[in-house]
């Protein structure tokens, strides 16, 4: 994995000034650097600039970037940052149409690929990646995102001149683009986040190229969208024993092809159904060559004393962790967070995010990637299940599924509680947010002979993997790329996904069981107390010390009077919040709970807005 940094004009010559142009790209791959250490590059041409900074997973020698070709008269250049799961296939197809390759990575595949097919090659890609490419004899860009959203890409427009980059922080590396934020950014802040819009990069006139789609960048025609991968709704034929074979068959294979590396993979290992089927099959494909998987898990310490179950976390990880490391035989690692370093990396997590992320959730995590890119460049996890088989409670809640709001987030009085009266009518929030659900509801893709009731569930499926979905993909990329850690998710692959979407909910649910079809799939892979072990999700920690130092860092960093949050917030309400005792087992965005993860985040608003000098335009 790497990031990547670049910038069009379609009537500039950066030859001119190549000196000041070299040394901006510079400056953007070096923002960068945390995504990929171990190399980095800048290539210039007459309208456009690249800048890479490179983790090394394939090709560890050949693999240089920005890539440059030239065939037929023609030459193309590209900067890349992801992985491809059919590249042998590819590689293959292009050779038995005359290509010779000069490396074994995927860089080059994508490029002689876009060079004999154009921009539609992208369509053959079976991975995860962002990546740019210039035309020189065009005079033209286009920028790729996969087709789940794994992979970031952001850009932004300033007179003329497109600039964009893996991560926000590339982006605010050039010196036109200004750190500003208007009533739509506000929202999306208190509002929305940590989701964000589809497309959406909260600071104003910031974008991001939305999944499955590509821009394209001419002197011509300017910036032009498309979109070269959809989910397709039609009615589903297969049996159900065809349906449950079908999906192993898909998760097995997209687990083995996620496994391709020239350095050592590891897997998080949580326990429960999601993580320990990749995990089951990691270790068997790499028994075969005589390997031992390495494992991960994550707890807080002190965490088995002060545990309290309730209908969102019901059960602790560490007993299904053991069972599945003496099955499979993995080499384990318990790893454990503390207070401190959880509050530490509270303002890490900003760096990494150049945003308000998923406060401790988000700050544990990347403590936890912290140490296991110590030993590892590449982890498979278990992510993104949940969306696709419908793992969450509001995929079967009443009350959530005849709600017309985001099922995670079905009250907004939560977000409400500390804003000043004054902020809120500013805002508008509530009319804001129901546009954004009742706009992303519209979206769905549907198939007419689909009941009410199955209508609905498509519409809950949609707003997950457009919304949820992406949350924890952004949590995942910046937490794990932030110490150089690539982490795959097998359950992302596009087949996967577009199969699952079909499957009717009584297949997915079958006889009311939470994710039957994907525990179906996995028989024979898993015991069956880790098989059918009810959903937990990632662990938080129950310590109540933590919570008192978080309201201590609120006290000082929020009410001292210097923090740029005060201007939102009502410092009685703030006050009275402080002084009263959280309920632990209350959801503030999805089963977060409320009040940890409400101090936590208003922490990382402030410091977001310090580090980044936020300027808000229009309150």
Known sequence: MCGIAGFYHRDRDYGENESYYRTLLTGMHQELWRRGPDDAGIYLAKRCGFSHSRL???????????????????????????????GKELRKMLQNRGWTFGTSCDTEVILLGFME?????????????????????LEALYLFRDCAGVKPLFYTVCEGELIFASELKGILAHPAVKPEIDRKGLNEIFGIGPARSPGCGVLKNIFEVCPGEYLTCTRAGGIQKSLYW??????????????????SFLVQDSISRQMVSDVPICTFLSGGVDSSLVSAVCALELKKQGKKLATF???????????????FQPSQDRPYVEEMVEYIGSDHTFLECDNQH???????????????????????????????SKKYKVTLTGECADEIFGGYPWFHKKEC???????????????????????????????????????????????????PQEQRRREISWLNL??????????????????????RVPFADTRIIQYVWNV?????????????????????????????????????????????????????????????????????KVEQFLNRSSDYGKPWYGQLMAGPQMLAYLLQVDEWMKRYQIRVVDL
């Open 466 to 487: 457009r919304w949820f979905m992406q949350t924890l993909l952004n949590r995942m990329d910046r937490t794990s790329m932030y110490s150089g850690l690539e982490a």
């Open 342 to 372: 959880q509050i530490a990396m509270l303002y890490d997590s900003v760096k990494a995010h150049d945003l308000p992320a998923m406060a401790d959730v988000d700050s544990s995590m990347l403590y936890f990637c912290s140490q296991v």
């Open 230 to 247: 959809k989910l397709e709704s039609h009615p589903h034929e297969d049996s159900y024993e065809k349906t449950v074979e079908t999906v």
């Open 117 to 137: 097919f154009g921009p539609e090659f992208v369509r053959q890609l079976n991975g995860i990646f962002a990546f740019g490419i210039y035309d020189s004899g």
């Open 504 to 572: 009717p909910w009584e297949l997915k649910a079958r006889d009311g069981v939470v994710k039957h079809l994907l525990r179906e799939s996995g028989r024979g892979l898993l015991p069956e107390e880790v098989l059918f072990r009810r959903k937990s999700p990632y662990p938080k920690t129950y310590d109540p010390r933590y919570e008192n130092l978080l309201k201590d860092m609120v006290r000082e960093v929020i009410l001292s009077g210097g923090s740029p949050l005060l201007q939102f917030l009502d410092r009685k």
């Open 401 to 451: 599924l005849e709600a017309e709001m985001f099922p995670w987030t079905m009250d907004l009085s939560p977000r409400k509680e500390l804003l000043s009266e004054e902020f809120l009518d500013y805002l508008k929030m509530d009319a804001y947010v129901l546009e954004c659900y009742h706009r992303s509801v519209k979206e769905t893709p549907r198939w007419e002979g689909d009941s």
């Open 56 to 86: 090394s997973i394939i090709d560890l020698s050949g693999g240089h970037q920005p890539m440059v070709r030239t065939a037929g008269g023609k030459t193309c250049s590209i900067v890349y940052n992801g992985e491809l799961y059919n």
């Open 297 to 311: 898990s994550f707890d807080f310490v002190d965490n088995q004393k002060n545990f309290k179950a309730n209908a």
